[in-house]
């Protein structure tokens, strides 16, 4: 059974995100603190968190990021609840390390899809056997180990970027649409939100420095990796 911890202060909300989650077969706990949060994802390790923006005690993104230094803690899959929508605000959500972002006011069943979604993204990285290193440019990925060097310096990715960069590296000189990779790379079977495919792109690119040259943008399709 899969755990996911809930880090939300609005204890009624808590409760039910607990009890629908659980009712898909998830065990579910709450925490109502963001430092207490903190502490309990460092001793649980649950397999997912719900992570509110506006927490007592420490803000969310502060929680996010501690999360993401942590050895322990860092490839945990983290979707953030807030009651921002803002473009500014979910940028600031991905910047600190979240995988997803769900705007209040939510319906249970999205929750539930958009879970169920992350949850299926990172299983299959502990499947990896392919030991073979993927190279292309000055980027080396190595696939069993989920590292990347970039200019022979290791880069920190997150396992969504990480995820982002083999999909189109294994699809070089193809074209990959934001809904493709949406599907792909986030699990999504609808356009979602497309935005959330150039901010990761943004980050990648970011990440990599130089080299991230032969990510190449079509404008107002998708992208892809050419040498």
Same mark, same amino acid.
């Given at each position: 059974?899969?755990?996911?911890?809930?880090?939300?202060?609005?204890?009624?909300?808590?409760?039910? $995100?607990?009890?629908?989650?659980?009712?898909?077969?998830?065990?579910?706990?709450?925490?109502?603190?963001?430092?207490?949060?903190?502490? =309990?994802?460092?001793?649980?390790?649950?397999? $997912?968190? $719900?992570?509110?923006?506006?927490?007592?005690?420490?803000?969310?993104?502060?929680?996010?990021?501690?999360?993401?230094?942590?050895?322990?803690?860092?490839?945990?899959?983290?979707?953030?609840?807030?009651?921002?929508?803002?473009?500014?605000?979910?940028?600031?959500?991905?910047?600190?390390?979240?995988? #997803?972002?769900?705007?209040?006011?939510?319906?249970?069943?999205?929750?539930?899809? =958009?879970?169920?979604?992350?949850?299926?993204?990172?299983?299959?990285?502990?499947?990896?056997?392919?030991?073979? $290193?993927?190279?292309?440019?000055?980027?080396?990925?190595?696939?069993?180990?989920? *590292? /990347?060097?970039?200019?022979?310096t290791e880069v920190e990715l997150t396992s969504t970027e990480f995820k982002l960069l083999l999909h189109l590296a294994e699809k070089k000189?193809?074209?990959?649409?934001?809904?493709?990779?949406?599907? =792909? /790379?986030?699990?999504?079977?609808?356009?979602? #939100?497309?935005? *959330?495919?150039? *901010?990761?792109?943004? =980050?990648?690119?970011?990440?990599?420095?130089?080299?991230?040259?032969?990510?190449?943008? /079509?404008?107002?399709?998708?992208?892809?990796?050419?040498?």
């Amino acid at each position: 059974m899969k755990r996911v911890l809930i880090i939300e202060d609005e204890k009624d909300l808590a409760g039910l $995100l607990a009890f629908n989650l659980e009712k898909e077969g998830y065990a579910a706990t709450c925490v109502h603190d963001g430092k207490l949060g903190l502490e =309990r994802a460092g001793s649980d390790l649950p397999d $997912l968190i $719900l992570l509110d923006l506006m927490l007592p005690g420490m803000l969310g993104t502060d929680v996010c990021k501690f999360l993401r230094k942590d050895q322990r803690t860092a490839h945990i899959p983290i979707i953030m609840i807030t009651a921002k929508g803002d473009e500014i605000d979910r940028v600031v959500g991905f910047e600190v390390g979240a995988d #997803d972002y769900i705007v209040k006011p939510f319906s249970m069943r999205e929750v539930a899809l =958009r879970v169920k979604a992350v949850m299926r993204r990172f299983e299959p990285e502990a499947k990896i056997a392919d030991s073979e $290193l993927l190279a292309i440019g000055d980027i080396v990925i190595d696939k069993q180990r989920h *590292t /990347v060097i970039s200019a022979g310096t290791e880069v920190e990715l997150t396992s969504t970027e990480f995820k982002l960069l083999l999909h189109l590296a294994e699809k070089k000189e193809c074209v990959q649409s934001r809904e493709q990779l949406l599907q =792909r /790379v986030w699990g999504y079977n609808n356009s979602g #939100d497309t935005r *959330t495919v150039d *901010t990761h792109v943004t =980050r990648l690119r970011g990440k990599l420095g130089a080299p991230s040259d032969i990510i190449k943008t /079509v404008r107002g399709f998708g992208y892809k990796i050419e040498e």
